[in-house]
């Protein structure tokens, strides 16, 4: 269970960091261990990064290739190589026991509950943290959230780290009479979709260390927290952006992401609707083939010798229904909302791509009124434009970092995502041949059989 | 098959042919015409001509050809005797035998108009997959025939497999108004119980089997559904193989393994019309069978109402011979009321009444006969056919066992391989 950091702490600070165990010390303990709901109260964010420059990052520098975001891309190759790996076992993935020594944040999402009050119903989430990050207090948390507090993050991420990708939520609204958002599915389906979200912001080398993200894996009580005195850069942050700036000359590589981003978002759009027409098929196919297997066993009722072999096909055919049953299941629960997080996913890359402009056409239009105002009495260049030029080149830096993570990230998803639906599918397949083949093998027992008959 | 169809004997039970039932449960002791001749269905040709109306037609004609068996046997080749004929011939010898042949479940046509079909099929006569498998089924109707140890001996059918005759359509107008006659209702009172229960089976075949073929018919509708669309996949790696760079080969192959996998859809459900032939062939011997079954009610009928005839004939040579009336007759009441008739003309009436009790009991005798022999008959036969019947649907269950597990092993190659390009992405 614990690997020996205190519990119950009511402040940190009560034991230095350097004392607490490493995770990976207690190697003999189970990886994912339940971790224990720790109380903590009066948590102040230790690297007090308050967010003093708009626009600068916080925290580290930026460098796109830093050490944390290299190796974490490489702990994702590692894990995602692996045949069988579909989506869940992303999870499983996090594994802090392998090949982790520079991974140094874990993040999970798992055990949704209901929660009744008078006043509304809601699903909370169990997010679980271990780390040995000094910007923690302690080197595991648990708490209890629901996709309200995620959508805070993310809006606290977006807001504090405006020329970063941030990873989409899944979709907030759904449609009350068309969903069930308690069922089973549904809530499965977005706890993934919110894990997969964690992890990616847990994974970023800037996002990661942002305050905001502290405090969603650590504090007891989210809502509560008007006090963490962060300020939120609302005058600063741009949300959605409504386009249309004239730029003087967009680089060369923004545009190719631009273009890239439409036609891709448009392939995944074709690949869902193919997709969602092939689950169609399939479901109308189920139907003509439980029938089909009705008639036959209609069919044994009236005949002797016969009899045995036509229940037995009418066997096969409702094993393969079973199959059916199972992969459709699998397409519509785990292949297509991935994809459809992918549509959301370059919707915010699309998204930064604009800020990104916007922050350029900004500093194009101070610059040429900062001009101006030089040729006419010979004001020096502000000092607010060229800050405004730093903020588009680390703008620029930052995208292009993300943009490679994105593209990664990109290639790991698909190449899982597809392998996976090939494998439902071969494993569809394997069902029904040994379905068919134990027919044949009880059938061709019975002509055995009854050959020795005819010969005695 | 139309490629081995020369050489082939069927006798030799190839296991393509759906008469895969020409075994020891058909080819019984006594030379039935298949032991001593080789006989194929082998070509199928249009052709055009003027009919009945004298209206130009178009029609396909099929070649039966024919080769003695010993010659084979003895190593050498003869050239096939060999004639022409259209389906509508081969509809007249079976109507042939089966008026002839009362009590045998006589084998069945391949259909007349193509039923059954699923959307991609056509139901069109002149298509030539439907006249590729038509010829086939000929076939089989002459294999089954000429192996069937009554029908093979059949003077007819010998004269149809080997001369162009005009002998058929005399037979034609007999067997028209006996067929009518078994469609005709009446009441029996006392059947044979074991004809009255194949009867009631013979339904059950027929509804099961038609069931069966219209279900089949749909569920390949659908499957056809789920296959082409996976092809839309194709189309769509392959666009979006190229916006990428690494990505952009495995997607590119995989694309074509989606392809693959929607184009191999036509070739597995041509397939499985072979097997909804065999299942057609037996909804048309359920037919056949029951057929046999309403021969037995009509000779059953007859006898009885012959018997019914021949009682009340009797009746009235006793009322007339004792004076007594015991039954109601109008001549009772005529006679009471209006006196009776003159010695004379009782004796004519009698000697009437018994030339024709003496026909009846001829016709009594001539139908119990009938009935006996073809209550006999008809159920041996029967149990030929059941025989026959347990073993080749078996057969033809176990060979769509086979074509399902085929199909399975084509879905798990193209998935395995786009899983490859998938893992190179």
């Known amino acids: 269970m614990s690997v020996g950091a205190p519990r119950g702490l009511a402040s940190s600070g009560q034991k230095p960091i350097t004392e607490i165990l490493h995770p990976l010390s207690a190697a003999d303990e189970p990886p994912l261990s339940p971790v224990p709901d720790v109380t903590v109260g009066g948590h ?11 626009g600068l990052t916080n925290g580290t520098p930026v460098e796109t290739s830093s050490p944390a975001s290299a190796s974490s891309l490489f702990n994702r190759l590692q894990l995602d190589d692996e045949p069988d790996a579909d989506a869940e076992a992303e999870a499983d993935a996090h594994d802090p026991y392998a090949s982790t020594e520079t991974r140094d944040l874990f993040v999970t999402v798992d055990d949704p509950k209901k929660h009744v009050s008078t006043m509304e119903t809601y699903i909370t989430y169990r997010v679980s943290t271990k780390t040995t990050r000094i910007e923690f207090d302690l080197p595991e948390y648990s708490v209890r959230r629901r996709y309200q507090d995620f959508d805070w993050l993310r809006i606290k991420l977006e807001d504090s780290q405006p020329t970063h990708l941030i990873p989409p939520l899944p979709e907030k609204f759904v449609m009350k009479g068309v969903v069930d958002r308690f069922s089973e599915e549904f809530v499965e389906t977005r706890m993934k979709a919110l894990d997969k979200f964690l992890k990616r912001v847990a994974d970023h080398p800037v996002l990661s260390f942002n305050p905001h993200l502290n405090a969603f894996l650590s504090a007891k009580d989210l809502n509560k927290r008007q006090g963490l005195a962060l300020l939120t850069k609302v005058g600063e942050s741009v949300k959605q952006v409504a386009g249309g700036y004239k730029l003087r000359a967009r680089p060369a590589e923004f545009c190719a992401m631009g273009e890239y981003l439409d036609t891709f978002c448009q392939k995944l759009g074709t690949i869902d609707r193919i997709a969602q027409r092939i689950l169609k098929e399939q479901t109308e196919y189920l139907t003509e083939l439980r029938e089909y297997g009705a008639v036959y066993s209609s069919w044994a009722g009236s005949e002797d010798e016969l009899r045995r072999p036509l229940e037995g096909v009418a066997g096969s055919v409702s094993s393969c229904c079973g199959a059916l049953e199972d992969l459709s299941e699998n397409m519509s629960q785990d292949f297509l909302p991935v994809l459809r997080e992918y549509v959301l996913y370059t ?14 056409a900004e500093y194009e239009g101070r610059l040429e009124a900062a001009v101006l105002r030089r040729q006419e009495d010979r004001t020096p260049v502000p000092v607010e434009v060229e800050k405004c030029q730093d903020k588009v080149e680390c703008f620029n830096a930052d995208l292009k970092a993300d943009w490679e993570r994105w593209q990664s990230n990109k290639r790991q998803d698909f190449k899982q995502l597809l392998t996976g639906m090939a494998d439902k599918n071969i494993h569809y397949y394997e069902k029904c041949q040994a379905a068919w083949e134990s027919l044949i093998a009880l059938l061709q027992d019975k002509q055995t059989e009854d050959k020795t008959n005819e010969t005695n | 098959m139309a490629e081995d169809g020369k050489e082939e004997s069927a006798a030799t039970g190839d296991s393509d042919q759906p008469a895969a039932g020409l075994d020891s449960t058909m080819v019984e002791e006594g030379s039935t ?33 024919t080769r003695p068996m010993d010659a084979i046997a003895e190593g050498r080749n003869p050239a096939p005797d060999s004639l022409w004929r259209r389906y509508s011939e081969f509809e007249l010898l079976r109507n042939y035998l089966l008026v002839t ?28 997959d439907f006249v590729e498998r038509r010829r086939v089924g000929l076939e089989n109707f002459l294999l089954r025939v000429a192996s069937h140890p009554i029908l093979s ?28 006659a078994l469609s005709a209702t009446f009441r029996v009172r006392n059947p044979d119980k074991r004809f009255v229960d194949m009867k009631h089976y013979s339904d059950e075949l027929q509804s099961h089997t038609s069931q069966l073929l219209r279900a089949r018919a749909r569920v390949a509708d659908r499957l056809y559904g789920v296959y082409k669309v996976h092809g839309n996949y194709g189309r769509v ?28 859809i036509d070739d597995i459900l041509e397939e499985e019309e072979h097997y909804a032939d065999q299942l057609k062939e037996y909804l048309f011997y359920a037919e056949a069978l029951r057929a046999v079954c309403r021969k037995h009610e009509l000779t059953q009928f007859e006898l009885e109402m012959a018997t019914q005839d021949l009682v009340s004939k009797k009746q009235q040579r006793e009322e007339l011979a004792t004076g007594i009336v015991r039954t109601f007759s109008f001549k009772g009441m005529t006679n009471k009321l209006f006196g009776q008739e003159a010695p004379e003309q009782r004796e004519a009436r009698l000697k009437l009444l018994e030339e024709l009790i003496a026909e009846g009991e001829e016709s009594v005798k001539e139908k119990t006969a009938e009935c006996e022999e073809h209550v006999e008959g008809g159920w041996v036969d029967m149990q030929r056919f059941k025989e026959q019947k347990d073993k080749d649907l078996r057969e033809a269950l176990i060979n769509y066992a ?11 190659q193209v998935w395995s391989n786009a899983k490859e390009c998938f893992l190179k992405m």
């Open chain 2, 153 to 180: 001996n059949d003077k007819i059918l010998y004269h149809f497999l080997t001369e162009v005759g005009g002998s058929l359509s005399f037979q034609s107008r007999t067997a028209d108004s006996r067929l009518r």
């Open chain 2, 402 to 412: 086979i074509m399902q597990i085929s199909m399975c092993k084509k879905g798990i």
């Open chain 1, 347 to 360: 919707d915010s890359m699309k998204n930064v791509l604009r800020k990104r402009d916007q922050s350029q």
């Open chain 1, 44 to 54: 102040n964010p230790s690297s007090g990064a308050a967010d003093k420059d708009a």
């Open chain 2, 237 to 264: 790696f392959s666009e979006w193989s190229a916006i990428e760079k690494e990505m952009g080969d495995g997607l590119q192959s995989a694309g074509h393994h989606m392809d693959a996998y929607a184009a191999s």
């Open chain 2, 101 to 128: 042949y009362p009590f045998i479940v006589v084998p069945p046509l391949p259909e007349k108009r193509a039923e059954f079909v699923w959307h991609k099929l056509s139901a069109d006569n002149m298509d030539p």
């Open chain 2, 33 to 65: 015409l298949l032991r001593r001749m080789e006989i194929s269905v082998a070509e199928a040709e249009k052709r055009s001509g003027k009919n009945s109306v004298n209206m130009q037609e178009t029609f396909t004609v099929y070649l039966i050809e």
